[in-house]
């Protein structure tokens, strides 16, 4: 993951600033973005999908950064388990990936 965010942050040299709204957020305590059904978590638990602009490429946050994290609410506990640029990656994760994050980076 950490080797992927450092790809990412040769070609898209401003993509730190660009999630700091949605890393703010969080701190704060506010869960944004659209809740990813089905992945059978424990209660309390949830992983969320926000939208974040990609100031790089200048298109929008709908083809911007996708931030997918994971929250564990009694402990106010965030992981973020990706981030991906919604043009560019051919590989979403898709719901089996994202409880695979989970389990390896955040059990």
């Given amino acids: 993951m950490i080797s992927d965010f450092t790809k990412k942050k040769k070609k898209y040299c401003h993509i730190e600033d660009d999630i700091d709204n949605v890393i703010e957020e969080l701190e704060k305590g506010?869960?944004?973005g659209d809740r990813i059904?089905?992945?059978?978590l424990p209660e309390g638990e949830n992983s969320y999908k926000v939208r974040?602009?990609?100031?790089?490429?200048?298109?929008?946050?709908?083809?911007?950064?996708?931030?997918?994290y994971y929250v564990i609410m009694n402990e106010k506990t965030v992981f973020l388990l990706t981030i991906y640029y919604k043009?560019?990656?051919?590989?979403?994760?898709?719901?089996k990936e994202i409880s695979?994050?989970?389990?390896?980076?955040?059990?």
């Fill in 87 to 95: 043009k560019d990656d051919t590989r979403i994760p898709n719901n």
């Fill in 30 to 32: 506010n869960f944004i």
């Fill in 37 to 40: 059904k089905n992945l059978q």
């Fill in 52 to 68: 974040a602009v990609n100031t790089d490429t200048n298109n929008g946050k709908s083809n911007g950064y996708r931030v997918i």
């Fill in 100 to 107: 695979d994050l989970i389990q390896k980076y955040c059990d």
